[in-house]
């Protein structure tokens, strides 16, 4: 018995430890390569971003001025102005299903309830961040997500500030991937393998 339950616990460690194979398909999903300290503002049309373009208003690039949520630099959806930018295209599928997930929060300086919202193929998806409490050192990230099927080769994401004045939502960490991933080919072997342990044992348990 005791070998059969050691069997099973590496199936099950293997199947646990499953990787997905789905790398992310946006170019500079963390808005990185901008200023080291305080931030920069970008206005329309703007693509001084690896990966995006600012298509109305403006937006702040954040350096140190606030904790990102992954890597060194994030937005604020507000600069001068409500800002939106989009997406380089990156590839699709036609008729596959794919997840955009994103850590949201909003500038620490502006008390109250940020909007944004996310627009894929003309189907907009809104979000808000409540700032009360928070501070810069202590922005409170959330990450979100939304679905999309793809209807094209290729797709773009635009996000867009739904508020006014120069403090908005705070954008960071943007990942678009398959929704339902196919397992990497190396982790099923694994796997395999783990079942193989588990059926050796309980054939050594039945010859004696």
Not at 5 to 19: P, Q, Y
Not at 118 to 144: E, R
Not at 156 to 173: P, V
Request: net charge negative; aromatic share 8%.
């Amino acid at each position: 018995m005791k070998k059969q339950l050691i069997g099973l616990g590496v199936a099950v460690l293997l199947f646990g430890g499953v990787v997905s194979a789905n790398a992310n398909l946006i170019t500079n999903g963390s808005f990185e390569g901008g200023p080291s300290s305080f931030f920069q503002q970008h206005n329309a049309i703007s693509t001084g971003i690896s990966g995006w373009t600012v298509t109305s208003g403006s937006i702040d690039w954040i350096g140190n001025y606030w904790e990102a949520s992954d890597g060194i630099n994030s937005l604020d959806m507000n600069g001068g102005s409500a800002g939106t930018i989009l997406s380089d295209s990156f590839a699709t599928s036609i008729g596959t299903e794919y997840v955009v997930t994103f850590d949201m929060a909003g500038n620490p300086n502006v008390t109250g309830v940020m909007d944004l919202s996310l627009t894929i193929n003309t189907i907009q998806n809104l979000f808000s961040f409540d700032t009360t409490g928070h501070t810069t050192t202590d922005m409170g990230w959330s990450s979100v997500s939304a679905s999309f099927t793809a209807i094209a080769n290729t797709t773009q994401l635009q996000f867009s500030s739904l508020e006014i004045g120069n403090g908005g939502a705070a954008l960071d960490n943007v990942v678009v991937g398959l929704a339902d991933p196919v397992p990497e080919p190396a982790t099923m072997l694994l796997f395999g393998t783990g079942l193989i342990c588990l059926v050796g044992s309980r054939l050594r348990k039945k010859k004696k």
